[in-house]
């Protein structure tokens, strides 16, 4: 019998619902979100998805976030045609004012950084001797370094490390003539002889506590 | 006009695949006569109030709520986005396209015809679950006409790039293969895998399906209409296309499989009057304020005795504690969501492969398709934008709204601007249509990959065209299985079919009889 109630009282309220919902084919507007859309592709808190391979963000140094924005808002980061992820990135930030950069900025510094879980296993003593040409700029400990533009690295997914590493290797990132920071990273990363040595060294980092 | 493809090399060819024997001897399936095909019969345990969170308003969640809650449950579903359905979505006057980094609203005229299906479009025959709701629901369904013999076909290859109807290549390709595959009956080793009988009747079945005279040769047919006269006059045949200038077009396996019914795109399909979304509300005006609209998850977390949620409301985080819950959020959106699902769960989530598409619409000024004798069906263009949907709906009306691009794999749209987008459907649907510039009004288009909560299409499991591997067998069987008895995975991701309803709506069908399993097994 209680069944049967609520059947009736469910299709009652849908005669109801009908005719002021239904005709006007939409619920609601769109949340007014702005343009802070990253969580969508970069998760929960900005902490990265390995099935978007859109990386992490939380504790991303503001300095270091704002200038991709505009690289990929200018088409300095994101037009190489094989940067697969990066054509990805750049229509979102195509349309980014210099306001929403600064409101984005502002926000992904509101996430607490948890470094990311390792997922891959490579040799990390052989790792640690190719960091040290990494550790000039980046800091012994990954830490990053402002002054010389250079990212912290440690607690970043592992597999967008390696995604960037094999596009400055192709040239695929960093080969625009006004990506100043991008050229020298793509110089850098021909130290890395190959997937096994970029495997190594970003097993490497794995192991650095920012 | 080039010779055609010698009979000869045709035969070869059919060799090298195994040859023609051996095919006749593989279907041996004579006597099978499938049942028809029919929803399931939901029929669960009344409850007395146990409590489901259901993540996500697509067909799956949907349908999960609606039988639950007929059954006597508390459900409660979340939903990202500021409106249900997932992909399918229906796009008219005010309609918010919440794509990121294009936001669109719709500005078409306000008028019930004028809708576009931007995801699901189509209904076979077959898919008795979403028939069953339609019925259920009172959505009003109407045919949907998916092929048109006078629609055009299009390729820069062939005819000069200009189009030809669809029923004069069809009819011509008909026509050829049967001629081809008449003569091929007079070879030894196919006497003698058919009698007398079945010969002969395997021949008049040819020489009707390819319009054959009686040598057994293709020499045109009216089928394809007339040259001239037809009604008042006797009609005369038009040219025939040559086999070699059709074969220049890749676009053969469109034109002609269209009918297959069994893939779910027959020539008879259905749609709901005024658009798919009907069916979207139906369920959703029912379920009332059982759905939180704005509400992303932002944790799941599957315990002893139940499921507890978290997600975000007007920008405070919240708890949904449930008894069981009931998750349709695309596997990709997922894999950007903490939980504490078993490895091999996250596994096999993180394997499935957001699919690609796109589409793209404009209002017509005017019905000009009707103009060139096309009332509904798809013309095929070889070119990125691949089809083009006429109305099949309130003929002869002022208006109509054309799909002026449907790529179902393709994701070229993602990395274009709206006016980058326009102007690629515009460019080549004007080789079709020459007044198509001029009849477009206030174009919309639709990158389901940038899709805000959607971020793609149709789930892709198998990564080889061969088929499914053992190994992504057995990851699918994983996440059929719910996690410790409490979170169910549903929608099409969750199905050997993806990109369809029915899938979607079986997926929620097969969690809901194993919930009803463990409740009925559960100590009273």
Redo the contacts between chains.
């Keep these: 019998m209680?069944?049967l109630m609520?059947?009736t009282t469910?299709?009652i309220?849908?005669l109801c619902?009908?005719a002021s919902?239904?005709a006007?084919?939409?619920?609601?507007?769109?949340?007014d979100m702005g343009d802070r859309?990253c969580?969508?592709?970069?998760?929960?808190?900005g902490?990265?998805?390995?099935?978007?391979e859109?990386p992490r963000l939380a504790g991303m140094e503001a300095w270091y976030l704002k200038r991709q924005l505009e690289n990929f808002r200018a088409g300095i980061r994101g037009t190489h045609g094989e940067d697969i992820q990066g054509?990805?990135m750049?229509?979102?930030?195509?349309?980014l004012s210099d306001e929403s950069i600064a409101d984005i900025v502002d926000w992904v510094g509101d996430w607490d950084f948890v470094p990311a879980e390792a997922t891959v296993d490579g040799n990390v003593n052989q790792g640690r001797t190719a960091f040290q040409s990494c550790a000039a700029c980046h800091g012994a400990n990954a830490e990053g370094n402002e002054a010389l533009g250079a990212p912290a690295l440690a607690g970043q997914n592992d597999w967008y490390m390696i995604t960037q590493l094999r596009n400055f290797r192709a040239g695929f990132r960093g080969s625009h003539q006004e990506d100043t920071y991008g050229s020298q990273m793509l110089t850098m990363s021909k130290t890395l002889r190959d997937e096994q040595a970029i495997i190594n060294v970003v097993s490497y980092i794995n192991t650095l506590q920012k | 006009m080039t010779n055609p493809v010698s009979r000869r090399e045709f035969l070869n060819l059919l060799g090298a695949y195994g040859g023609t024997s051996a095919v006749l001897q593989a279907g041996t399936a004579l006597g099978f006569m499938p049942g028809n095909s029919q929803a399931a019969e939901i029929s669960l345990q009344a409850s007395t109030g146990k409590k489901v969170a259901i993540l996500g308003t697509g067909i799956s969640a949907l349908t999960t709520a609606w039988e639950l809650t007929k059954a006597g449950y508390d459900c409660t579903l979340l939903e990202a986005s500021h409106r249900p359905g997932g992909r399918m979505f229906t796009v008219r006057a005010g309609t918010v396209i919440d794509e990121i980094g294009n936001y669109q609203r719709c500005e078409w005229d306000d008028d019930p015809h004028l809708y576009f299906n931007a995801g699901a479009a189509r209904i076979p025959s077959i898919h008795s679950s979403v028939l069953k709701y339609c019925k259920e629901l009172e959505v009003e369904l109407q045919v949907f006409v998916n092929e048109s013999k006078t629609a055009w076909v299009q390729d820069d290859a062939m005819n000069g790039g200009k189009p030809v109807r669809n029923t004069d290549y069809s009819s011509s390709m008909q026509g050829f293969v049967s001629e081809m595959l008449a003569k091929s009956l007079g070879k030894e080793e196919l006497d003698s895998s058919l009698t007398e009988s079945e010969s002969e009747t395997l021949l008049g079945m040819l020489r009707s399906f390819g319009d054959l005279n009686e040598d057994m040769l293709y020499k045109g047919t009216v089928r394809a209409g007339y040259g001239s006269g037809g009604f008042l006059d006797h009609g005369t045949k038009r040219d025939v296309i040559a086999l070699r200038d059709l074969l220049k077009t890749r676009l053969a396996g469109n034109v002609m499989v269209t009918t297959q019914e069994g893939t779910g795109s027959g020539p008879l399909l259905m749609q709901p009057v005024g658009g798919m979304d009907r069916i979207i509300y139906a369920f959703a005006n029912r379920l009332g304020d059982r759905i939180k609209f704005r509400s992303p998850v932002t944790e799941v977390m599957v315990t002893d005795d139940g499921v507890e949620v978290a997600y975000e409301r007007n920008g405070v985080t919240e708890v949904l504690k449930a008894d069981y819950c009931f998750n349709c959020i695309p596997s990709h959106l997922m894999s950007g969501i903490p939980n504490n699902f078993p490895a091999e769960y996250s596994e096999a989530l993180n394997y499935i492969r957001r699919g690609k598409a796109y589409k793209a619409a404009f209002q017509a000024k005017e019905r000009f398709w009707e103009k060139e004798n096309i009332y509904g069906g798809i013309t095929w263009v070889n070119a990125p934008t691949q089809q083009i949907w006429y109305p099949p709906h309130n003929i002869h009306g002022k208006k109509g709204v054309v799909l002026a691009a449907y790529n179902f794999g393709g994701a070229n749209y993602t990395e274009m601007s709206q006016e980058d987008r326009i102007e690629d459907f515009l460019k080549h649907g004007e080789k079709v249509h020459p007044n198509y510039r001029e009849m477009a009004e206030k174009p919309i288009t639709i990158a389901w990959h940038r899709m805000n909560h959607m971020l793609g299409c149709a789930p892709r499991w198998a990564r080889n065209r061969g088929g499914w591997s053992d190994k992504e067998e057995q990851m699918y069987e994983t996440l059929r299985q719910p996690v410790n008895g409490r979170h169910y995975l549903i929608g099409d991701q969750s199905t050997q079919h993806s990109a369809w309803m029915e899938s979607a709506i079986q997926s929620a069908h097969y969690a809901l009889a194993d919930l009803d399993q463990r409740v009925r097994s559960e100590p009273a």
């Design positions: 209680k069944k609520t059947v469910l299709f309220s849908a619902n009908i919902q239904a006007e084919g939409d619920v609601g507007v769109a949340a859309y969580t969508t592709c970069h998760g929960v808190d902490l990265g998805n390995i099935a978007i859109a054509i990805a750049r229509p979102m930030a195509a349309k």
